[in-house]
């Protein structure tokens, strides 16, 4: 009868070790994709809910209730104007805009009488993390669809499009997720 020798026994043990410790980094590895690809697509899906909210009231813009013309800003990475976002009969003042890696909205409700657009009452929302910007987010365009530079954008823009580059880690893959559309003030008449 012949026994299982000490080297034996090492042996075995040194080769479970390793194939425990391969199996164990397969798994790590995988939890770990996975996990990345879910923030990735929850920060698709946050983004793309947020511009359809955005352009949904951007088309229904108008002037303030303080009488305030329809667009008050129009930058690169930051749009404010004036819209009837909760449907009560008076126009908000709404701010579209970056922080950081954030984007955000700003809500001002009409307030007072005479009636007043208080900066200090704006109540911000995150719309989506992860945003990656390096191209501007809002470009504007004229009726001809020429883009518009500053200032014309306040009075002459007709047509804008918005663009979000979102990416969880811009070091590992998948790339960029890009969304964009255009949109059209329809309280602003258009002249071809």
């Known amino acids: ?31 770990r994709a996975q996990n990345y690809t879910w923030q990735q697509s929850i920060a698709m899906n946050e983004a793309q809910k947020g511009i359809e909210t955005m352009i949904q009231e951007i088309r229904k813009a108008q002037s303030g209730d303080d009488g305030s013309y329809i667009i008050e800003k129009a930058e690169d990475f930051q749009f404010v104007f004036f819209s009837d976002i909760n449907r009560n009969g008076k ?22 009488w005479p009636i007043k657009y208080n900066p200090v009452s704006e109540q911000v929302s995150v719309l989506s993390q ?60 258009v002249n071809f």
């Open 1 to 31: 009868m012949k026994g299982i020798t000490i080297i034996e026994t090492l042996v075995a043990v040194v080769i479970l070790t390793l194939v425990l410790g391969a199996v164990s980094a397969f798994i790590f590895l995988g939890y």
């Open 91 to 112: 126009a908000e003042r709404v701010r579209y805009f970056i922080d950081g890696s954030d984007f955000k909205k700003g809500v001002i409700q009409p307030n007072g």
């Open 130 to 189: 992860y945003v990656r910007n390096l191209p501007p987010i809002f470009r504007y365009f004229d009726g001809n669809n020429q883009e518009l530079s500053a200032p014309a954008r306040l009075n002459d823009t007709k047509l804008m499009r918005v663009r979000l580059v979102v990416n969880v880690n811009p070091n590992r893959s998948p790339q960029d997720f890009v969304l964009e559309s255009d949109v059209q003030i329809r309280n602003i008449k």
